[in-house]
Every structure is written in C-alpha cells, then in structure tokens.
C-alpha cells in the first residue's frame, strides 16, 4: 500500500507549555489510514528536545536573566538599557533558531529523497510556523522536486483559497483529511513503480472536477479551485490515533468529544465555519478511546470540542464511572443561558464530572456587560447567566471535596458602538470576576477574522482593516508577553484606534486584573491540567510557577517546562497503568 509522512509545522520558539501535547489531528490521520492498510510516518517537531536544541542554553539562561532583573527593577534608567540589551539579544537568539531550524528543515527534505518519499502532507499553524512551512516546501521543490506536496490542518481550513493561491502546494486538504487521503494514497497504489508526479496530479485534478474526491484544494490554469466540502461529523466511529510514545511529549491526549458549538452564533467566532452543525460523539466511543489511551500509558485528557454541556459531559462522566476508569480531564464549556432556574441540575452534572475526573474548565465570558454580550459578542448569553454556572461549579466543588480550576476567557477591549464606555466595560469586567473569582483569566484583544460577523460586518462593528489583511493575519506571529510597541502593524484599528492601541488596552486590563484583584492571567485550563498533574496546586504556587514557565517562554531556556512536562508524564502513566514509571521511559 502506499506511503505518506506527515509533518507538523512549527515554530522556532515555543509559545506555551502545553505545545508539546501529542497531535491529535496527525495521530487520528495516522490511525485511519493505517487501519486502511496505508503506511504512515508522522514528523512532529513540537517535542520538548527539539524547542530546546534550537536555542543555545548559555544564551537562554543569560536572556533569562536579564528579564528576571528587568521584572523586578523600578529604575527607569535600568530598564531602559536593560530593554535595548534583551532587544538585541532577541535578535541574535532568533537568527541562531531560524539557522537552526533551517538546517533541520534541509536534513528533513534530504531525508525524504533518500526514503524515496513520494507524497508529503504539512499540518500548517499560524505565523512562524507557517512561514516555515513555506521554506520547507520551497526546499524539497530544488531537492525532491518528484514528491506531492499536500497542505491541511487548522490554518489552511480557515484561509482556504487566500492560503493555498500564494504557495507552492501542489493540492490541499480541508476539515476532515481522512477520507480524501485514502482516496489520494489509493490512486497512488497504481503508480508505486512507475511514480509519475504530473501524471498523478492530473488524474487527482480529473476526479476532482468529476466530483469523486471531496475537501480538496487544487491549482489548474493559474486558478485555485475547490471541490465541495464533506459535512463534518462525529457520530461515526473514529479510528483510535496511534502514537509513538515519546519522553519528549507531554502524555496528554486531546480528544474530540462534539464538533461545533451548541450555540455557533458568536460574532467574533470562526466555529461556525469549521462546523456548520453541532455533533455529539457517542460516549461508549469516547470510552472506547480513552480505555485505548489508558493501554498505552496516558491517563490525562483534554475534550477538545468549544462547548462540552454539563449535561452531555456528565453522560460521559457515567461512563466512565461505571467502567471504574481512573483519569483526569479538562473541558470547554459555556455559561449555561438560564443557569439560575437550572442551578441544581448544574450543581449535579458538575458533581458527577468532578467525581469522574475534572479537574480543569475552560469558559468563555467574553464580557460582564450585558449589552456588550448581547449586541456585540450576541454571546447568548448575559452576567446572571455567566455567575451561576461559575457558582454550580463552585458548589458541585464543595459537594465533592475536589478543587476544579477555572480559566475564564474575556475580550478587552470591545466594539463600543457609542453605547458605553471604555471605562464601564472594564469595571463591569471587573464586577463579573469580583463575583465569579475565576483561578484565571484569558484576556485577549478583539481581532475580526475571517468567516466571523465582525468580519462580515466590520462597518457596523467599528472595525477598518487594511485591504491586505489576509495575508498580514495569516503570517502575524501573535507572542503573549511582547511589549506592544514591538508588535509589527497588523493593519487593524477598531473605531479609530490602531491595533497596537488596542494592544496597550488589554495589557493595561491584564495588570489590572492581576495587581488589583490578584487574579492570575492567561493560564489556560491545560495549565492547569499540567499545573495540577506535576503537584502545583497551591494558589500561591502555582503564581509563582506562572511567572518562570512566562520566563521561560521569553527566554528559551525551557528547563522548568521540561521539569514540569516529566512529572506530569510521570503521573498521567501511573494514574493509566497503577505502575511506576521506568526510569528511561
């Protein structure tokens, strides 16, 4: 049968603790199309060795430190010079990453030629990692010019024909990848020994405008054409992804319980895009991949859908109860429209996740301004609402005797529409986390991306993109704890303020939140998950451990977020497998 390596394009530094998760995308991509009969390579990258042989460690631990004294130091003088050093330390550090990796890229395509590798797929990502993707391609073009070339994942899914007209793809795949892959290696079984690139192409072009190959991307006569989209769903059976256990992942399997959102009608989101319709997995199958999970060594999950409903999540949370399963979990889930008249039923659904193995929760917010949420985010959603699903999960909490950590999401600022202030919007903010006092929050800026209404309709909104926008948002590199005054223009200004304004805002609120209500930010429920799996539970902990894994994210030297990574391995392998961990695994 045929063969096909798939790779994960990444960039030159990490952005978080939690990219080192397995892929779950690539290992499900991997499974189905072995249980077909296919052969399948998966190269990723996003390991803990690999981040950290990019950058020299003498230099990290040296960056490291000068950030450590410029946090600290209330000298204007010293933090001055001290910027100016670390800017230009940065710039050296990231010409040393981009040689590097480079040179990995160049050893990869080699690599490919001598595997006689004939068909290439890249899961692309935002910014550095997709200009990567780029070079990488551009490369194997001069040195295995005989190899297809097919592009997929997330970034390609939203961008589509903006994506794939600028590049040298030779075909791309959108949402689901697998049922177009196994047609493609099919029709390359016919061509294993007399591999004719051109040929093949014309005959994957000739099927698709025939209608017989769906989800695909493909060039002809200087035009990017599409052929129709497969509605995506779930209620199937998945094939179970098949991992190569690595001591550089982190043992956390991401797995796909629903599709979509029960609500999908939020201005400012992309959901709606990817899934049309909302689709609920069957838990027995859930079950099913976790008990796979659970054989070869992984006992900490994270349910990737954008909205895990208590009540659906807690058919699942019986499930796994009554199969005497010992795992821990993290999950999106929205404020529930109506909590207060739905408040016992809430207390217990979240009581039996809790009992079953939540440990961490996702929730969007958005905003503790009802018009706000209302008219701008039409988040379906209002403040009472958001109070007391945060206050069942308190309660159901209590009830168990198990904290669950809560990672609550806000956007600031927001679309104003002359309707408020600024200023109210922050203090109904605050007001929201004075009553729910989340364990974090993820406050982020407004961007309208592609597909979503504040896109659509950015006129209305307030928003004025550059004509270029496209193209700026597919490349621009979005880095947590750059100072905004390095951020490149993004050509984005929302009711007269530029992005970088937009920028200083949010910064300005992140300070607020932390100083004024000591409220951490931007720790995300897999943090936690992390957090608590490694033994970092106490609040004040767990601060401080947010502010040197920050550390190691501006510094690149990674030795604490490897530190954490192998404890957390260590315990997701015993919690599995009730056994010890050998010591080299």
């Not at 001598?114 to 890249?122: E, F, P, S, T, Y």
């Not at 075909?171 to 390359?188: C, F, S």
């Not at 929730?363 to 009802?370: A, F, H, I, L, Y």
């Not at 950015?458 to 590199?477: H, L, P, S, T």
Request: hydrophobic share 40%.
């Amino acid at each position: 049968m045929s063969y096909i390596v798939l790779w994960n394009s990444i960039a030159k530094r990490r952005r978080s603790i939690s990219d080192t998760f397995y892929d779950n995308g690539l290992g499900t991509l991997k499974g189905y199309l072995e249980d077909k009969g296919h052969c399948v390579d998966v190269i990723d990258w996003a390991r803990d060795d690999v981040f950290q042989a990019f950058s020299p460690l003498i230099l990290a631990v040296i960056i490291r430190k000068f950030y450590s004294i410029l946090m600290i130091s209330k000298m204007k003088v010293v933090r001055k010079l001290l910027g100016a050093i670390l800017l230009q330390m940065q710039e050296f550090l990231s010409a040393i990453q981009r040689r590097r990796l480079n040179k990995a890229i160049m050893r990869f395509a080699y690599e490919l030629k001598k595997r006689q590798a004939r068909i290439l797929g890249i899961k692309l990502w935002y910014g550095d990692a997709f200009r990567n993707a780029k070079y990488l391609i551009s490369i194997i073009k001069k040195i295995v010019p005989e190899i297809v070339l097919i592009a997929g994942g997330y970034h390609l899914t939203l961008y589509e024909e903006h994506l794939f007209q600028g590049t040298d793809f030779d075909l791309g795949v959108v949402g689901e990848a697998e049922y177009t892959l196994e047609k493609i290696l099919n029709l390359a079984d016919n061509y294993k020994d007399n591999w004719n690139k051109d040929r093949f192409l014309e005959e994957i072009i000739s099927l698709a405008q025939d209608g017989e190959i769906e989800n695909l991307l493909y060039h002809k006569n200087g035009k990017v054409f599409k052929t129709f989209r497969r509605p995506q769903s779930i209620r199937q059976s998945k094939s179970i992804p098949h991992y190569l256990i690595d001591k550089n992942k982190v043992r956390i399997h991401v797995i796909v319980e629903s599709l979509g959102c029960d609500w999908g009608k939020c201005h400012f989101c992309v959901h709606s895009h990817f899934y049309p319709h909302y689709s609920l997995r069957d838990p027995e199958e859930l079950i099913r991949e976790i008990e796979a999970m659970l054989k070869i060594g992984i006992g900490i999950f994270r349910f990737a859908g954008s909205d895990t409903p208590p009540t659906f999540g807690m058919h699942i949370a019986e499930k796994i109860k009554e199969r005497g399963l010992k795992i821990i979990y993290g999950m999106g889930s929205r404020p529930i429209k109506g909590a207060r008249h739905q408040y016992d039923k809430l207390v217990t659904a979240y009581s039996t996740l809790i009992e079953s193995g939540l440990r961490s929760v996702f929730m969007g917010g958005e905003s503790g301004n009802d018009f706000i949420n209302q008219e701008v985010m039409n988040k379906g959603v209002v403040f009472e609402d958001i109070v007391y699903t945060v206050k069942a999960l308190r309660q159901a909490e209590s009830k168990i005797g198990q904290k669950v950590y809560l990672s609550l999401a806000l956007i600031y600022p927001a679309p104003l529409l002359g309707k408020i202030t600024l200023n109210e919007l922050r203090q109904d903010n605050i007001r929201l986390l004075d009553q729910t006092f989340p364990d974090s929050v993820m406050i982020t800026p407004p961007g309208p991306f592609l597909h979503t209404e504040w896109y659509e309709q950015r006129d209305k909104f307030g928003f004025e993109v550059d004509e270029n926008i496209i193209k700026k948002a597919m490349e621009y590199e979005y880095v947590l704890y750059k100072p905004p005054h390095l951020w490149p223009e993004l050509g984005i200004s929302l009711e007269g303020r530029p992005f970088k304004i937009l920028l200083e805002e949010c910064n300005e609120f992140r300070r607020q939140v932390e100083q004024e209500l000591n409220i951490p930010t931007d720790l995300s429920d897999e943090h936690f998950l992390m957090f608590y799996a490694a033994g970092i539970r106490d609040r004040d902990e767990i601060l401080k451990t947010k502010r040197d894994t920050m550390l190691d994210i501006v510094s690149c030297d990674y030795r604490l977020s490897r530190k954490i990574a192998r404890k957390v391995n260590i315990f997701s392998y015993q919690l599995a497998t009730g056994q010890r961990i050998v010591k080299d695994e």
